[in-house]
């Protein structure tokens, strides 16, 4: 009997780690007043991840892990990552006042997700560009559960993101 716990205590020790790198909902997240995001799963969501300022003011993003599940776990995190950059850089409380000043807005948190797998060692330039290719070559009901306007995403030569060594 003890060694079968000794076995449950090794095999949850080390899956929980390879567990939350993979989801999504374990990315930290804050908005533009500093404040963390809550992030939970909700299979109703329509979008792989869809950020929300509620009622009571405070910043959430739901996640669902269902949509898109064929999805590599880089674009997964860039769509999260998305989510984020629109909390993070207050694009929910100021939207946009024309068209051009929103697709700004878009290209700043595609750049915005992109930088955070970039600098926290999720991709590479290589990576980027694998990423870019994955998202391009959606259809345009795979683009419906993603969050932002259907569009082209070109992180390597929007974002300019170099290595920090």
Known sequence: MQRLIWVAVFLITFSLP?????????????????THVKMFSDSSARKISEANIATGGYSTIRINLGQLSDLSA????????????????????????????????????????????????????????????????????QWSHLPGPVRVISLNDTCKLTPLN
């Not at 567990?19 to 908005?31: F, I, K, N, R, V």
């Not at 750049?111 to 999720?122: D, M, S």
């Not at 980027?128 to 998202?135: D, N």
Request: glycine content about 10%; some cysteine; charged content about 25%.
């Open 18 to 34: 390879a567990w939350a790198e993979e989801s999504p909902g374990s990315m930290y997240c804050s908005d533009h007043h500093g």
């Open 74 to 141: 880089n674009a997964r995190s860039f769509a999260v990552g998305f989510s984020c950059a629109r909390l993070t850089l207050g694009h929910l409380v100021k939207g946009a006042e024309n068209i051009y000043e929103h697709f700004d807005q878009v290209e700043n948190a595609d750049c915005w997700a992109a930088g955070k797998l970039f600098y926290e060692g999720g991709v590479d330039k290589k990576g980027l560009t694998a990423l870019e290719e994955e998202i391009n070559h959606l259809n345009r009901e």
